[in-house]
DNA sequence: ACGCCCACCTGGAGGC
DNA sequence: TGCCTCCAGGTGGGCG
């Protein structure tokens, strides 16, 4: 699931769920997801305040008055849910073998964490630099620092197809590999051209960069909508959609799948150049 | 530095 | 029914 706009998703449920709440026990069913949990994840949590959270790239930060920040990364299958406690009952909640942490908060809320392949994260840090993926993490793409100037600068000299680059979060945070696609196809360029092509030499923005940047908002935006109305959203327009006609305008082309660093990628190769 | 490959893990879908 | 293969929306380490 998770991409910028499902944990958008994700990010607004845990606030509303969890903000002002103090959190009364945590329930560490395994010592790791893909890396281990820090030593002494619990108690560093345990009595503290949830006072936000926000969101960079495709992780949540949850802020807590203790001033440290617990950093959740979704991975692949991870996911939360929320419940009310049932007042008295002794017998623990109906789980799941891929429920690994348990938060019971002051609010009487249990937030349950569940990640079946385990490619999720948690840690908790200090300050954003503590976390490397966060210091090396390239611009929102939904905020003012995200644009075609930024975009070209970064396709300079770069060989790698352009699908593939868009999903570096080091260029742009929170593209994944449904909406590199979705963005590619909004912008009429093809997923195999190479990114140094959107931009001259000296790094200024050809016409394509600023194709793909505003594509790359639409598309996002358009999701994040979607999401916060209904979770599942699912319509994509090129993305899941082998075989099928091309949904632009006028076009006839039929949507194929090929394979771009070991991963799917979804194109009409008659409107998409 | 760059670009490619693969591993990490489980589960669901489809073929035989 | 079962067994096998392939596929999945993310990341990062290691290699040439």
């Not at 385990?118 to 993490?137: K, S, T, Y």
């Amino acid at each position: 699931m998770p991409e910028l706009p499902e944990v958008e998703a994700v990010r607004r449920m845990l606030e509303r769920a969890t903000r002002g709440a103090r959190i009364d026990r945590v329930e560490l069913r395994r010592a790791d997801l893909r890396r281990p949990f820090p030593s002494d994840f619990v108690s560093r949590l345990t009595g503290h305040t949830i006072q936000s959270v926000s969101r960079r790239g495709k992780y949540l930060l949850a802020a807590l008055s203790s001033g440290e920040t617990l950093l959740v990364h979704l991975g692949m299958s991870g996911a939360f849910r929320t419940e009310r406690r049932r007042s008295s009952s002794r017998t623990s909640p109906p789980s799941d073998p891929h429920d690994h942490v348990v938060i019971v908060l002051s609010s009487g809320v249990v937030v349950t964490f569940n990640d079946p392949r385990r490619f999720g994260l948690m840690d908790l840090i200090r300050a954003n630099d503590d976390h490397e993926a966060l210091r090396a993490m390239g611009p929102e793409p939904l905020g003012d620092t995200f644009d075609a100037m930024v975009l070209a600068r970064a396709c300079v000299g770069k060989r790698v197809a352009l699908k593939v680059l868009l999903l570096d979060q080091r260029l742009v945070a929170g593209v994944g590999n449904i909406y590199a696609s979705e963005a590619l196809h909004h912008a009429g360029l093809s997923p195999r051209r190479r990114a140094s092509t959107i931009a001259t030499p000296a790094g200024a923005p050809r016409e394509a960069a600023f194709k793909l940047a505003a594509a790359i908002k639409v598309v996002l935006e358009k999701a994040v909508d979607a999401n916060a109305r209904a979770y599942e959203s699912g319509r994509f327009r090129v993305y899941e959609r082998e075989a099928k006609t091309c949904p632009r305008r006028h076009c006839t082309g039929t949507i194929r799948r090929i394979t771009q660093a070991g991963r799917s990628t979804y194109y009409c190769p008659v409107c998409q150049r």
